[in-house]
Every structure is written in C-alpha cells, then in structure tokens.
C-alpha cells in the first residue's frame, strides 16, 4: 500500500484526531478568491473536511476530490447541510477535468502527495483566467511543549529504524516558503505567502491518536508501533503530567491564473 493510502485505513480517527484550520486563514482565503454564492470551488485531497466546512459556509459550490472512499464517506456526512458540496472519490493526477473551470482550486496539507511532474499545469488547467490557486503546507515548528518533542526522539530511534539523527524541532523563521514551482510557472502569477500559526493541547490519548493519522507511523510494523506509542505515553504521563501543545505552523500559498 502507498503511504497517501495509509490514511482511508481509519477515516473516523483521522476526522477526530486532525486538527482544523486558523479562522484567519480561511477568511483570507474567502476574501482572495471572493468566495460567495455561484462561486466554484475544486478542493483536492479534502480528507473528511477540514478545510471544507468552512469553505462550505461562504456558500460557493464546491467539488472535492479525495482519493479514499472511507475518507470521502465521512466527508459527506459532515457536509450533508451543504447541497452545493459534492465530493467524488478519485485520483486527482488521473481524474478529468471537467469542461467548465474553476474559481478557486485549493489543496491543503495534501500537495506533497501529488504527482509533482503534473500538479502545476493541471492545476493551472483546471482554473478560469483570474482564477486562485490556494495550497495550505503545515509544518510541525519550535514552540508549545517543545522540550517533550526533543525528548521524545530517543522513543522514534529506538522503534522506528528510520528515523534520522539529531531530529529537532526548527523554529518558524528557518522554514522557507515554498513557492518555487508556482513561481516556475508562467500561467501563474503574484505568488503570495502569508503564514499562520495555532497551538493545540493535547491530552495523551489525543496526541497519540494524531500519532496514528500520520502516515509513517501507519506504515510501521505492528510491534514497532506498538512500542513506540508506549514509549511516548510514559514520557507525556510521567514528565508532563498528561499534556503536551504543539505548534502548528500554515502556509497559505496563493497564484493568480494568467490569461495565457
């Protein structure tokens, strides 16, 4: 199984577990691809809908493309309340465009995944000249607890093989922007960056239940896992009384769809 598949094996764990996005954001996101009504929208990669609930709330006609069909369930039943909301279970670097294009193509948290020989062009083809492309990159960075995270090394080398050494939190600043291939391309112009940042608390249960939504630790052999969560819930029950915040930072990355 590839690792993007990983996440459909628990759809309700990941809907429960993933964390949403900053209401600022999203409200940036509304106002710069003026999101209302008869507005549309392609969302890719929307996993149950943490980014889409809200978009759904502007009232624009959404199509989100996920590639997990337990994924796509729960997205559905979320966004039940929004008739304009249809989300089809597919292959994006596969999946035909349809013929009338979009106002807004947004892919949060889920880029990476896509194939990065096409994700650009088919991402300028899917748009309407005037068109925004919006792409969301999360990044893990110094702050919260930031002490548990560094201690909680020595539990990944000692479960996970691959874990390389000296891994630690960077702070925000050291993290660069990554709008290269938008930048790259010419049916693309006035990249922007802005960045947005949240912090969680999260019980033991809670932070080991994101544990289990990430894809490389869904690929680890059973037994590895299963040690490694151990070894993170002793170090958050014993040396943080049950309790740990992580800092999230958020990329918003928007394009404008060139006339060519």
Sequence with gaps: MALRETFDEDAELYQRARPTYPAALVAELGRAAGLGPGRRVLEVAPGTGQLTVPLARFGCRITAVELGPDMAAVARRRLEEFPQVSVEVADFDTWPLPAD?????????AWHWLDPALRVEKAADALAP?????VVVTDHVAGGTTEFFHRSQE?????D?????????????????????????PRLADVEVIRYFQEITYTTDEYLDVLCTYSNHRALEASRRAGLLACVRELIDSGYDGRVTKRYLHDLITATRTEA
């Design 161 to 185: 093989p691959d874990t390389p050494p000296g891994l630690l939190l960077k702070e925000a600043a050291e993290i660069p922007t990554r709008t290269e291939e938008f930048e790259g391309c």
């Design 155 to 159: 539990c990944y080398r000692r479960w």
């Design 101 to 109: 294009p979009f106002d807004l193509m947004v892919c949060a948290t």
């Design 130 to 134: 005037g068109g925004r492309l919006a």
